[in-house]
């Protein structure tokens, strides 16, 4: 049992944990990032190679406690070290969770864009009764969270390590059945906007495409040229008026 999340349901840990041949080779490559007496450096995506080695073998992306105790023997630090990066970082999860991880962002700007009927979409397709919980299946876990940095596609939604844009409740709902399918939805915008580009088209900027033609630059230039010719030529035609020569003084004045 986790003493490490009082707050949270009692969870059965596994009594030992051993990393795989395919998490070794992660933790190889990522360990030569870092000078030997620095290796500690290491523990964030060392931690991360213990979530997705459990989500490898057990469909539930989380981080045991003796996962973290393993971390620490590894990277010689104090067990409350590797506690603390832990339990400080919300991309870990120290209980179990369900197979895909419904993170919704409810900041302002996806709030202002229906982030309400998003939520409340994942409650409905999955049976979820409160934020943070798992649903029966075991297939979602829901979790709010702040701004993902994807605000000009939202109201969005992180599921696992994929965007979902552009949402609204009844995209959410089906998104949320084509993954109990065992579907993969293709990540990014939900009604088909490429990248971040305006939702009526590509209008931002469009007067410069004009300067990306030759032809219309050129004629542009030429418009240019000429308006300043015959502006010269005004001027030369009505020079401005001299101005008036001031009296001379009368002498004793
Ligand atoms: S406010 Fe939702 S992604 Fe920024």
Known sequence: MSDLAPNLP?????????FDAHAQEQI?????????ERKASAVIPVLYVVQNQMFRL???????????DVVAGLLDMAPIRVYEVG???????????????????????CWLRGSDEVVAACFKAT???????????????????????ACSNAPMMQINDD?????????TEALLEAFR??????????????GSMAEGGPTTLTDTAALWSPEKYAA???DRARAEAEAAAAAAANPPAEPAKPEAPKPGA
Not at 28 to 36: E, K, M, T
Not at 58 to 68: E, I, Q, T
Request: proline share 9%; hydrophobic share 35%; net charge neutral.
């Open 10 to 18: 009692a969870v059965a840990e596994p009594t030992s944990f051993a």
């Open 28 to 36: 190889d490559v990522i360990l030569r990032r870092y000078p030997p």
């Open 58 to 68: 057990s469909g539930s992306a989380w981080v045991p406690k003796v996962a973290m």
């Open 87 to 109: 339990t400080f970082y919300t991309m870990f999860n120290l209980t179990p969770i369900g197979r895909y991880n419904l993170q919704i962002c409810t900041t302002t700007p």
């Open 127 to 149: 049976g979820i009764a409160h934020m943070g919980g798992t649903s029966a299946d075991g297939l979602f876990t829901m979790k709010e969270v702040e701004c993902l940095g």
């Open 163 to 171: 965007y979902y844009e552009d949402l609204d409740g009844p995209r």
């Open 181 to 194: 399918r065992g579907e993969t939805p293709t990540p990014g915008s939900t009604i088909g906007r490429q």
């Open 220 to 222: 542009l230039k030429e």
